[in-house]
Nanobody, 126 residues
Framework: QVQLVESGGGLVQAGGSLRLSCAVSGRTFSSLTMGWFRQAPGKEREFVIGISRIGGTTNYADSVKGRFTISRNNAKSTVYLQMNSLKPEDTAVYYC???????????????????WGQGTQVTVSS
């Protein structure tokens, strides 16, 4: 019974920035490993970035390393995705996900996340 609601998506020019937020309810937020995935038209949903329960460990896809940053505010039960230097290939629906296992390293596997948000569209124009 974990609910996740993403926000912050929109249209941005290449090279620009966006900050996505994911508000979480229904579970002790600090017990959750959090991650972001994205799905572009005609492609499978892919792992973008993840963060451990208190934020000490992160896991990045190679395609976004150095450009995207994940953070969390456990007091606000919110996880963030800061996206800088956006490229047209970053265009996708971005999904927030929660892993209830409490492991130390954020997983990149879709099937190891238990709850998903509804997604928010990010479009990067060239």
């Amino acid at each position: 019974q974990v609910q996740l609601v993403e926000s912050g998506g929109g249209l941005v020019q290449a090279g620009g920035s966006l900050r996505l937020s994911c508000a979480v309810s229904g579970r002790t937020f600090s017990s959750l490993t959090m991650g972001w995935f994205r799905q572009a038209p005609g492609k499978e949903r892919e792992f973008v970035i993840g963060i451990s329960r208190i934020g000490g460990t992160t896991n990045y896809a190679d395609s976004v390393k150095g450009r995207f940053t994940i953070s969390r505010n456990n007091a606000k039960s919110t996880v963030y995705l800061q996206m800088n230097s956006l490229k047209p290939e970053d265009t996708a629906v971005y999904y927030c996900a929660a892993d209830t296992r409490g492991t130390y390293r954020p997983t990149s596997r879709r099937d190891e996340y238990d709850y998903w948000g509804q997604g928010t569209q990010v479009t990067v124009s060239s």
